[in-house]
């Protein structure tokens, strides 16, 4: 089994930068990939952008492409969030799956940290 454990988030402005951070823990050579998806209020789950253990390029889902940037450091995955803007305000949540290509069944979700964009 695979956890995962999330921190950053919080309330910024408009244009203001922000980075998440999630740390993996346990069987974690099962990893094919890790990734984010975040919730808006009253909005469905949306992906956000995910990056494969096996050193292909990450994907970005195109409302976050130019301003987010996803990485990995051994087995903690970023975030790193820049330009953002009112509609990026949502529930983020980091997972991770044995699929190179961030698909489903997901191992493990993390608790969710709330990024709010103020005016």
């Known amino acids: 089994q695979v956890q995962v454990t999330e921190s950053g988030g919080g309330l910024v402005q408009a244009g203001d930068s922000l980075r998440l951070s999630c740390a993996a823990s346990?069987?974690?050579?099962?990893?094919?990939?890790m990734g984010w998806f975040r919730q808006a209020p009253e909005k469905a789950r949306e992906f956000v952008a995910f990056?494969?253990?096996?050193?292909?390029g990450p994907r970005y889902a195109d409302s976050v492409k130019g301003r987010f940037t996803i990485s990995r450091e051994k087995t903690t995955v970023y975030l790193q969030m820049n330009s953002l803007k009112l509609e990026d305000t949502a529930v983020y949540s980091c997972?991770?799956?044995?699929?190179?290509?961030?698909?489903?069944?997901?191992?493990?979700w993390g608790q969710g940290t709330r990024v709010t964009v103020s005016s």
């Open positions: 346990g069987r974690t050579e099962s990893i094919g990939s």
């Open positions: 990056i494969p253990w096996n050193n292909n």
């Open positions: 997972a991770v799956t044995q699929s190179d290509w961030f698909e489903e069944p997901y191992m493990d």
